[in-house]
């Protein structure tokens, strides 16, 4: 199975020797747009401010001030943002769904295909305008429902996510044939994968 052309590769260290990474994605654009829009805010009000400053001999620090004061106010209103949305990962593999969050600490979840029960989507008005949505997946088990926010495509993951649920349980009975005729025909070798 292809990845999506618009991926960014996913660590292969955290992938079985068969398992290929379907679809990766990060939070809807969107959600860094207002730290966007606040880095150029902080850019154009800094620079108005330093050229408001008169000349004088403390017009220097007063502009260094400023300076600090924009980068300070970057970084927690622009950089952190943008860095949770850069290090949260939701990854769809042949054999699970990952999904790992955290700039400092980390924070992840593995639910295997064969353990999906149900998976739904549900887009707002304006999500439908940005194609965006949140997706939850239900499993067996009292984990609870995991729940995707700011999914771009929603509807088409949800469908995707069934597909490869699927073919796993497909992938799934075909191994469990080939054991149980392995079995009835009393051989003992490695059974070859099926594709």
């Known amino acids: 199975m292809v990845g999506h052309p618009d991926e960014v590769a996913y660590p292969d260290k955290l992938l079985a020797d068969d ?3 379907v679809r990766h994605l990060h939070p809807h654009w969107l959600t860094v747009f207002w730290p ?4 150029l805010v902080l850019v ?3 620079s108005f401010g330093a050229a408001l400053i008169p000349a004088g001999p403390d017009q220097g620090v007063y502009r260094l001030v400023i300076a600090v004061a924009v980068v300070v106010l970057a970084v927690f209103f622009v950089a952190v943002p943008l860095l949770r949305w850069r290090t949260t990962h939701y990854v769809i593999t042949t054999h699970r769904v990952l999904y ?3 700039i400092l600490s980390r924070t992840g979840r593995d639910i295997g295909l064969s353990r999906i029960t ?5 887009q707002t008005l304006w999500d439908r305008v940005i194609n965006s949505g949140t997706v939850t997946i239900e499993t067996a088990g009292e ?6 926010s700011a999914i771009p495509d929603s509807d088409a993951v949800q469908q995707l996510l069934n597909h490869v649920v699927e073919e796993d349980a497909d992938r799934r009975a ?3 044939a080939g054991y149980l005729g392995q ?4 051989d003992t070798g490695p059974v070859p994968p099926q594709r």
Do not use: P
């Open 19 to 21: 398992e290929e990474v």
């Open 36 to 39: 966007v829009v606040v880095f």
């Open 44 to 46: 154009g009000a800094g």
């Open 100 to 102: 790992r969050v955290g």
């Open 118 to 122: 149900d998976v739904s989507y549900k």
């Open 143 to 148: 984990s609870g429902a995991t729940v995707w």
């Open 174 to 176: 075909q191994e469990s």
């Open 183 to 186: 079995y009835y025909r009393g």
